[in-house]
C-alpha cells in the first residue's frame, strides 16, 4: 500500500503506528478530520487477515466517523483505532493500558471509545492511562440505548416520508441482529405496535425476543427475503449487496449497523427500486451522541433529546435527496460535508500571533 498517496486520497490528517512489546499490543489510529474539534472514535480489536487489512479499516471507518459526528451535529472530528490480535483474549488490561498511553501521546487530537471487540471495562483500563476516553463503566457507559432510540427515531421519519405517517402500529419490521442495539430497537418497536420478523446468529437472543417481544424467528439467510415493510439491519456491515438486494421485499431500509451498502452503487439500486435508505451513520448516531456528552457533562435526558433530533436529521437528507435527485447516501454526504466547510471557512477574529508568554 503506497501509505501517504492513500491517506491523501482520502482526506486523512494522520495515520499512527503503535507496538508495546511488553504487552503485544499492536494499534493503528487513524485521524480523518479535525476541523469541527477533537477526533473522536472507538477502538476495534479485530483478528486482521493482514495488517494492510486493518489500515484499510482504520482510514474508511475513521472517515466515517467525520461524516457521521458532522452530520448529527457534534463539535468532534473523525477518528478511528483498530486493535490487532485475538478480542476473546482474557489478558486486556496490559493491552488496553498500552493503547490508552499512545492515546494520551496524542494530546487530545483523538479520543477513543469502545466498539467491536471491546467494552466499557476495556475503556476503564485505558482510563488508567489517559483521560481521552469516553464510553467507561463510571460515565456514560454502553451506548446501546442510545443508539437504538435515534435509530428508532430514523425508522419513524423514513415511515413519514414514505406513508404520510410515522405510526408504526402494524407495520412488519425484519430486525437483523439482537445484539444490544437490536435488542433495545426491537423493544421500542414492539411498543409501538410493530410486528416483528428477527433472526440472530445467537439462538438465545432470538428467544428472548420471541418471548417478549412475539417475534416470528427465521433463518440467517431467510431475513433477506422477508415480506416486511422495513429492514432494520442491526448486526455486520455490507449486507446490501449483489446477492441480498434482489431478495428484498421491503419498502424502507433502515437499521443500526455501520457500513450498510457494499459498494455506493447499491444506494443506487436502492434508489432504483424504490426503497427508501436512512443512511447508516445518520441513524446509527446515538452512540457517538452518548460518548459525546460524556465529553460536554450532558445528562442522559439530553443524550436522548438530542438523539431525538435523528428525526429531523433524516427528513432533511430525504429532501435533499429529493431537490437535487441524488441518492440518499449521497445526500447524507453532502449535509455533513456543508457543515464542515461552513466551520472550516469562519474568521478566526482574536489574535492568533504572538502568543509566547514573556
Not at 494522520?14 to 472507538?42: E, M, N
Not at 467525520?66 to 483498530?82: C, D, H, I, R
Not at 476516553?133 to 463510571?138: A, D, K, R, Y
Amino acid at each position: 500500500m503506497r501509505y501517504f498517496e492513500t491517506i491523501a486520497e482520502m482526506g486523512h490528517e494522520q495515520l499512527v503506528f503503535c507496538h508495546d512489546k511488553a504487552s503485544g499490543y499492536r494499534g493503528i489510529i487513524a485521524i480523518h478530520d479535525t476541523t469541527l474539534g477533537p477526533a473522536l472514535g472507538g477502538a476495534r480489536f479485530w483478528n486482521y487477515a493482514s495488517d494492510e487489512e486493518a489500515v484499510v479499516d482504520a482510514l474508511r471507518l475513521s472517515r466515517g466517523m467525520t461524516y457521521k459526528n458532522a452530520v448529527a451535529g457534534l463539535n468532534l472530528g473523525g477518528g478511528k483505532s483498530v486493535i490487532i490480535g485475538d478480542n476473546k483474549t482474557t489478558q486486556r488490561e496490559m493491552l488496553f493500558r498500552a493503547h490508552g498511553r499512545f492515546v494520551d501521546s496524542l494530546g487530545g487530537r483523538y479520543v477513543t471509545a469502545e466498539d467491536v471487540g471491546t467494552s466499557v471495562e476495556d475503556m476503564d483500563f485505558v482510563h488508567m492511562e489517559t483521560k481521552h476516553v469516553t464510553g467507561i463503566g463510571s460515565k456514560s457507559g454502553d451506548p446501546s440505548s442510545v443508539t437504538a432510540h435515534g435509530v428508532f427515531r430514523a425508522i419513524e421519519a423514513s415511515a413519514f416520508q414514505k406513508w404520510g405517517s410515522d405510526d408504526l402500529k402494524g407495520r412488519t419490521v425484519a430486525v437483523q441482529g439482537l445484539g444490544h442495539v437490536g435488542y433495545y430497537l426491537s423493544k421500542s418497536l414492539h411498543a409501538a405496535g410493530a410486528k416483528l420478523v428477527v433472526t440472530d446468529i445467537d439462538a438465545t437472543r432470538v428467544k428472548r425476543a420471541v418471548d417478549e417481544f412475539g417475534a416470528k424467528a427465521v433463518g440467517l439467510s431467510e431475513i433477506y427475503s422477508v415480506a416486511a415493510d422495513i429492514f432494520a439491519p442491526c448486526a455486520l456491515g455490507g449486507i446490501i449487496n449483489d446477492d441480498t438486494l434482489p431478495q428484498l421485499k421491503v419498502e424502507i431500509v433502515a437499521g443500526a449497523a455501520n457500513n450498510q451498502l457494499l459498494e455506493d452503487r447499491h444506494g443506487v439500486a436502492l434508489e432504483e427500486r424504490g426503497i427508501l435508505y436512512a443512511p447508516d451513520y445518520v441513524a446509527n448516531a446515538g452512540g457517538v451522541i452518548n460518548v459525546y456528552s460524556e465529553l460536554t457533562g450532558w445528562s442522559r435526558d439530553r443524550s436522548l433529546r438530542k438523539a431525538d433530533e435523528i428525526y429531523e436529521t433524516v427528513l432533511s437528507v430525504f429532501s435533499i435527496a429529493k431537490e437535487r435527485g441524488i441518492p440518499t447516501y449521497e445526500a447524507a454526504d453532502r449535509v455533513a460535508e456543508q457543515r464542515i466547510q461552513a466551520v472550516r471557512g469562519m474568521m478566526r477574529t482574536w489574535p492568533q500571533y504572538p502568543n509566547k508568554e514573556g
